[in-house]
């Protein structure tokens, strides 16, 4: 693999923010990094607007690493060891690990975007068809965590299980290495 990777182009993803995945053998619309090439992991470039929160969203079955490359970012987390939600506050050269099944949002609260490298595995499984999201790891639970709070965590989008979200990825990562081949 002789060449140099950087971010293609950002899209809007559901949770509120701009992503470009740009080493992901995982991808379907990726198709110059071989399959397996990256082992068990994919990176994107990430950018979370000034004054822009995500969703409050879930990974069951990935960890994510959000390395903060500029800018400034407030992460919201809640692990299951945790009984209340906590921020972490990090500026650019510092980095947050999120564990499948916890709660986070990322909160940029600054006057500039806040540039981000996410690192993810296994490798972050997004699956788009017709224009339609058929496989997201990231599952979206709350607009913000006062309605999460209100629900007293008891949301729909939270009864996924860790099984379950892995038997869907595996199915998600099946059509999708068909649609490469």
Known sequence: MNRIFGPRGYFAVPDGTDVSPFLTATDVNQDDV?????????????????????????HPAVTQVTYVCSGGL?????DAASVEAYD????????????????FQLRNDGERPAEVLYIVSPSYVFEIEGGEVRHDDA?????????LVAAHYDLPTLKVDREEARVRRAEALERIMKRRA
């Not at 599952?139 to 309605?147: G, K, N, Y």
């Open 139 to 147: 599952i979206l639970v709350a607009r913000t965590w006062e309605e």
């Open 34 to 58: 071989p399959w397996g090439a990256l082992g068990e992991m994919s990176i994107a470039a990430g950018r979370i607007g000034p004054k822009v929160h995500s969703w409050v969203h879930v």
């Open 74 to 78: 407030t992460v919201r987390m809640k």
């Open 88 to 103: 972490l506050q990090l500026r650019a050269g510092q980095a947050v690990v999120s564990e499948p099944g916890t709660l």
